[in-house]
């Protein structure tokens, strides 16, 4: 039998191995050191997530997710889900977590409006940053529901302070109409 003569650099030399084996990605994967702040645009996108992409350009964006249903693209490291149609393009994305403040996805999703509105605000910051909602549900368990339709906006509070966001993307036609000037005679 070999005894070790410094056990702590046995240690060291596997901590190393297994530091070095953690650091690769899976293929395909992106996977930043820590979640960088996004911006929620409501109707428009959540950081990288842009109103009209496909389910496969969210992929090239974000890498592959860490978890695929039927029905959606699940992001556990950034505490989100991309939800597209039946043609592939995204239409919503869930944000936090829907277990309440105390889920672990509260924490891994760092996205805040403009007006700084993002997990654990407060109803009355909501309300101060984004106006009265357009309805509100009360239920069981000091829970509400938020609605701002005219923003595809949804926020659910736990105790009065958010832990999860519905973000629907709206892709307008454009009716843009440039009308040129009358020819000078």
């Given at each position: 039998m070999h005894r070790l003569r410094n056990p702590y650099l046995a240690?060291?030399?596997?901590?190393?191995?297994?530091?070095?084996?953690g650091c690769t990605k899976?293929?395909?994967?992106?996977?930043?050191a820590t979640?960088?702040?996004?911006?929620i645009e409501p109707n428009v996108g959540v950081g990288k997530i842009?109103?009209?992409?496909?389910?496969?350009?969210?992929?090239?964006?974000?890498?592959?997710?860490?978890?695929?249903t039927a029905h959606a693209l699940e992001?556990?490291?950034l505490g989100l889900a991309v939800l597209p149609d039946t043609n592939g393009v995204v239409q919503t994305v869930m944000c936090g977590d829907v277990t309440g403040l105390g889920g672990r996805l509260v924490k891994a999703?760092?996205?805040?409006?403009?007006?700084?509105?993002?997990?654990t605000s407060t109803r009355e910051e909501v309300i101060k940053a984004l106006g009265e909602p357009s309805s509100?549900?009360?239920f069981a368990g000091a829970l509400e529901s938020m609605h701002y339709d005219a923003l595809g906006l949804?926020?659910?509070?736990e105790a009065g302070k958010v832990h999860h966001l519905i973000i629907r993307l709206q892709t307008k036609p454009d009716r843009t109409v440039n009308l040129a000037p009358a020819p000078q005679r």
């Open positions: 240690l060291g030399v596997v901590a190393l191995i297994l530091g070095a084996a899976n293929s395909g994967e992106r996977a930043p979640n960088a702040p996004v911006i842009r109103a009209g992409m496909t389910t496969q350009q969210v992929i090239t964006e974000l890498g592959q997710p860490q978890r695929k992001y556990t490291r999703f760092t996205g805040r409006t403009r007006e700084g509105i993002g997990m509100s549900q009360r949804t926020l659910t509070l």
